[in-house]
């Protein structure tokens, strides 16, 4: 007799259906599964042996074979121990077949029958309602996150003893009646800091906003104290809530990495990942064994991904930035499979000016050598920062710089006026922020007499084609700025000058 039931399996964000198939044979005793299960997988034949039998219910004493089909898509993890042990009791005789094959099943099983909370349950039930099966079993523990989903008929369940009375079992006894829960995770700070905290600073305060209101990326260089890293952080304070779709692939991601706090619903405030300088390259862009997960860069997809002190990142971890930053996602190839990631972020870098940090102005407090400021600031590779629009100098701040600022609510308020103007103009072509837009659309709508000063700057080699797009770019988003139709050409001189770091091409 063969039973049925359905599972999920996840590759990066993307899930797979899966058909779960249980025979029971005539034969020695015996428990197989196969269909490219991955070593976790195949334990699972000891945990739901061992869930049945604690749920008081008796095991077949028969050969049974369990197959994953689509059997060339490679699997891994537990979420499908719930479904083997429905397969397996429906092939059985159990529980009631029909209701075994309705929907999907998604939990782990742990000895004692109880059924554990899973990783990446959001991405898992969408793609389950998405294929047309919005009936989802899931562990009690995830069931606040399943439904997030909108159309998801959410199944929370406790044990697999509960789950075996509900398809009709009149044995099934659990023997561990309080459900597993969740490992609380802690809520994403919800940061207070506002930008009216900032004294002095008009210019990198200036500079933050023109990124926020076009996605721009941001490298802010200055001596210690100066105030970068208060900037950075600020930087949230001033982006719009997500939208539905980057709030769905920013809480999925969340959800994969085990880091997601469910009480507040989908994520609506951007991300901000902070990596520390020691971090390495599998942690920023993703790793691990088997199928990759996601790093600090997918993390901060639809948000802002800061390296503070930037220069002290190793060179492989800078370089590995390159490709998200000009695609948007990145695709981690193992041996086991490609996995694709969303990775679209707000790079913002803040960095010294040499080792000592104190070589402005006339540098004479720098103890740092000519050569030693160029080797440690040229550890930010010519086309890593080719792909940085604003670059800009954050000087010490002096006595006197006491009056605060504009708060982060005032500027944000232009920065959404800014972003409303871009996505209007921009919304046919499929992009939302000015830093989207291709350079055939810039060099096209772009008014010809501003743009000539780009022109003569990409022709002695000051910028390259890479970096004239860029700065039509930021031209477009200075005009959206000040509610103009098109950039003017103060417009794209201010655009080359935050290019440059204060100093206009």
């Known amino acids: 007799m063969i039973g049925r039931s359905r599972a999920i399996v996840l590759a990066g964000l993307h899930g797979h259906v899966v058909d779960v198939e249980a025979h029971i044979g005539s034969s020695l005793p015996a428990f197989t599964i196969v269909g490219l299960p991955d070593a976790s997988l195949t334990e699972a034949r000891d945990r739901v042996r061992a869930a049945v039998a604690s749920s008081g219910l008796s095991w077949p004493q028969r050969r049974i074979t369990v197959n994953l089909s689509p059997a060339s898509l490679p699997k891994r993890g537990s979420a499908t121990d719930l479904a083997i042990a429905v397969a397996v009791l429906a092939a059985a005789g159990m529980i009631d077949p029909a209701r075994a094959g309705a929907g999907a099943h998604l939990g782990e099983l742990g000895l004692d029958g109880r059924v554990r909370p899973i990783a990446g349950v959001l991405p898992a039930v969408a793609a389950a309602v998405g294929a047309g099966m919005p009936s989802v079993t899931v562990p009690w523990a995830n069931a606040d996150e399943a439904r997030l989903v909108p159309g998801a008929e959410v199944h929370p369940v406790a044990s697999l003893a509960e789950l075996a009375r509900a398809y009709g079992s009149a044995d099934a006894v659990a023997s561990a009646s309080e459900p597993v829960t969740s490992p609380p995770v802690p809520a994403m700070a919800e940061s207070q800091a506002d930008l009216s905290e900032v004294r002095g600073q008009g210019e990198a305060r200036w500079a933050l906003e023109v990124a926020a209101a076009g996605g721009h990326h941001l490298l802010m260089t200055g001596p210690p104290g100066a105030g970068k890293t208060m900037l950075a952080c600020r930087l949230p304070s001033v982006l719009p809530p997500l939208a539905d779709a980057d709030a769905v692939a920013a809480t999925s991601i969340h959800s994969l990495s085990g880091s997601l706090d469910v009480s507040g619903g989908l994520m609506r405030r951007a991300p901000f990942e902070a990596p520390h300088h020691s971090a390495s390259a599998a942690a920023i862009v993703g790793g691990g064994s088997g199928l990759a997960r996601p790093g600090a860069i997918s993390r901060a997809h639809a948000g802002v991904l800061f390296l503070d002190e930037a220069p002290e990142f190793p060179a492989r971890v800078l370089q590995t930035l390159r490709q998200p930053l000009e695609s948007g996602e990145i695709v981690l ?3 086991s499979g490609a996995t694709r990631y969303p990775a679209r972020f707000q790079l913002v870098l803040a960095a010294n000016p040499c080792p000592c940090g104190h070589f402005y102005g006339n540098g004479t407090r720098c103890t740092c050598s000519a050569i030693v400021r160029r080797r440690y600031f040229g550890r930010l590779s010519g086309p890593l920062l080719d792909r940085v629009d604003i670059q800009v100098d954050v000087h010490p701040v002096r006595r006197g710089a006491d009056e605060p600022g504009e708060s982060s609510a005032e500027v944000a308020a232009r920065v959404a006026r800014a972003r409303e103007r871009a996505g209007a103009r921009l919304s046919s ?21 501003a743009v000539t000063p780009v022109w003569r700057a990409l022709d002695t080699g000051v910028l390259s084609a890479r970096g004239a797009d ?36």
């Open 333 to 335: 190839h193992r041996a």
């Open 429 to 449: 072509h499929g992009w939302s922020l000015n830093s989207q837009a291709s350079g055939a659309w810039l060099r096209r709508h772009t008014p010809p007499r």
């Open 470 to 505: 860029r700065a039509l770019r930021l031209a477009w988003t200075l005009a959206d700025l000040r509610e103009a139709d098109e950039p003017g050409e103060d417009d794209v001189a201010q655009a080359m000058t935050l290019r440059s770091r204060g100093s206009a091409a």
